[in-house]
Nanobody, 116 residues
Framework: QVPLLESGGGLVQAGGSLRLSCAAP????????MAWYRQTPGKQREFVAR???????NYADSVKGRFTISKDNAKNTLYLQMNILKPEDSAVYYC??????????WGPGTQVTVSS
């Protein structure tokens, strides 16, 4: 069983919105934080947003004010609402879960493509 599974990616025009979901049954209560990262070909994976168990959130400067991370423990799901999308937001988006011992879970990723 895949511990994390992303969905919701796709093709959208610049200025549009998408909501990514990350199903995390079995581990959402075992981690101290969950996050979204993204990666484009030839570049390192970069941090997008994090949601900690204390309820705090933080965002990369490039997405502040446009993206919102949230978590629904009852549905074992992490979300990323992405608004006012830009072509530079195009990437494979990955869900991440980190335990108190710094073990990390990763999903296989979902592609987001923003056309200009």
């Amino acid at each position: 069983q895949v511990p994390l599974l992303e969905s919701g990616g796709g093709l959208v025009q610049a200025g549009g919105s998408l909501r990514l979901s990350c199903a995390a049954p079995g581990i959402i209560r075992a981690v101290v934080s969950m996050a979204w990262y993204r990666q484009t070909p030839g570049k390192q994976r970069e941090f997008v947003a994090r949601f900690t168990n204390s309820g705090s959130t933080n965002y990369a400067d490039s997405v502040k004010g446009r993206f919102t991370i949230s978590k629904d423990n009852a549905k074992n799901t992490l979300y990323l609402q992405m608004n006012i999308l830009k072509p530079e937001d195009s990437a494979v988006y990955y869900c991440n879960g980190r335990t108190v011992s710094d073990f990390e879970y990763w999903g296989p990723g979902t592609q987001v493509t923003v056309s200009s």
